[in-house]
């Protein structure tokens, strides 16, 4: 195979496989099957766009093959009922490229307020009859296509343990019969917290991509933003889909100036604020102030995403490094400790108080956190560790943390950056930071 046309398949995929999973669903209500067929559109690409070329339409092309191999899975089986037998008949006699979807049309039809495919498909792979954790991992293995290696890196813990919650989630899913709709009143609430982690998981893999040769994978995150939008809609009285969205747009604020001209990483204290996007700053405050208000309305404390919306706020209204309230992004920390504890919350918490109070104040913290199991394969403990260390001085010891936290980096980017701070330890203000 050409390596252009490897390369163009497998960008397509990230970018449709979850519409193409979402459409297949449509016809036929199984999400491994529906997934399976999804795969068996790419198969046939992987087969045939070598030689006759990558089609216009690339996803819809994928789309139709998918479809057209969904009807004769249900064909084989004698399962169509009434009303795909109309659709049948209906994607058989137009060409599937040009001529809009008889299903599109239907779910126009249907109205349902918001008629997402990939939101429907979020809500499915989130039903309350699957634990949260298999919730998380399905959604994001349909929705981000995201492998079981990048999602395991998400939850830190062991991959085999991801490939088991989708297989048993999956067969869950089917033997359960859960339709393929969005919730309706309560049942909106159920769900709504592992689909919040979903879409922030999914950012969270674009923001900072785990592993490939881009620091950041932007269709990841516009697409995050986009679930994120509707699901604003959908449930707009709870406050922490509007801390999420908030959270979601100031972090992508800083985009343009994440990387460099050659596509390397900049830290947050070297970026050039002027290119952060202001719009989406604006949109961003306005979404937090909106979750403060609904908390409040509520007497209910700000949730974990508001409160790291906060904290990207304090980043967005310091017009330099220098004017950052650390001391307040420090409190916030404290605050977020409490009703969402974990590791990587300490973490950044010790770096926000080294920053606030000192180097040694921060590698107090982070010692403590050495012996977290969750952590021992995390590659930015070591990287912060390196950083504090260089800042008192023990530069030995902290090259020794960057080796450390480079060789355990996936991102080509990143190791490279790693590997910078190893071989030369950085100026002072080229700290690893998020960014």
Avoid at 183 to 211: H, Q
Avoid at 383 to 403: I, K, N, Q, W, Y
Avoid at 409 to 428: Q, S
Wanted: charged content about 25%.
């Amino acid at each position: 195979m050409h390596s252009a046309t490897h390369q163009a398949i497998d960008a397509v995929w990230r970018i449709e496989s979850a519409k193409i999973v979402a459409g297949t669903l449509r016809l036929v209500r199984d999400v491994g099957l529906a997934e399976e067929l999804a795969q068996d559109a790419l198969v046939a690409a992987l087969e045939h766009w070598p030689a006759a070329g990558v089609p216009d339409n690339p996803g819809a092309w994928l789309m139709a093959t998918a479809k057209n191999k969904a009807l004769d899975r249900l064909r084989r089986n004698k399962a169509l009922d009434a009303r795909l037998e109309q659709i049948g008949r209906d994607l058989e006699a137009q060409q599937a490229l040009v001529v809009p979807d008889f299903v599109d049309a239907l779910d126009a039809a249907r109205a349902d307020g918001i008629g997402d495919d990939l939101l429907r498909l979020i809500f499915t792979a989130c039903h309350p009859v699957l634990s949260t954790e298999a919730r998380v991992a399905l959604t994001l293995r349909l929705l981000g296509g995201l492998t079981t290696h990048e999602i395991a890196r998400a939850f830190l813990v062991p991959e085999p343990t991801i490939a088991q919650r989708i297989v048993r989630a999956k067969r869950t899913l089917s033997v359960a019969r859960v339709p393929f709709e969005l919730p309706r009143g309560a049942a909106v609430g159920e769900r709504l917290a592992s689909v919040l982690e979903v879409v922030y998981l999914i950012f969270n893999e674009g923001y900072t991509a785990t592993a490939g040769e881009d620091w950041i994978r932007p269709e990841l995150t516009d697409e995050a933003l986009r679930l994120g939008r509707m699901l604003a809609e959908l449930a707009s009285g709870e406050s922490e889909v509007h801390g999420l969205i908030a959270l979601m747009e100031l972090q992508a604020s800083r985009s343009a100036a994440r990387v460099d001209a050659s596509g390397r990483p900049v830290l947050l204290p070297e970026q050039n604020r002027a290119r952060w996007d202001r719009v989406l700053i604006r949109r961003g405050l306005v979404a937090l102030e909106r979750a403060e208000s609904l908390g409040a309305s509520l007497g209910h404390p700000l949730g974990p995403y508001a409160l790291q919306a906060a904290i990207a706020a304090c980043h967005a209204r310091a017009h330099t490094a220098a004017q950052t309230d650390w001391a307040r992004i420090v409190a916030l920390y404290d605050a977020l400790a409490q009703v969402a504890p974990s590791p990587v919350v300490e973490l950044n918490r010790a770096v926000a108080v080294s920053m606030a109070f000192g180097p040694a104040a921060g590698l107090e913290i982070i010692d403590t956190l050495r012996r977290e199991k969750s952590l021992q394969g995390y590659q930015w403990l070591p990287s912060v560790r390196g950083d504090l260390l260089a800042r008192l001085g023990r530069v030995d010891e902290a090259r020794a943390e960057f080796e450390c936290a480079a060789a355990l980096a996936r991102n080509v980017r990143e190791r490279e950056l790693l590997l910078e701070r190893a071989g030369g330890l950085a100026p002072p203000g080229r700290r690893p930071l998020p960014s």
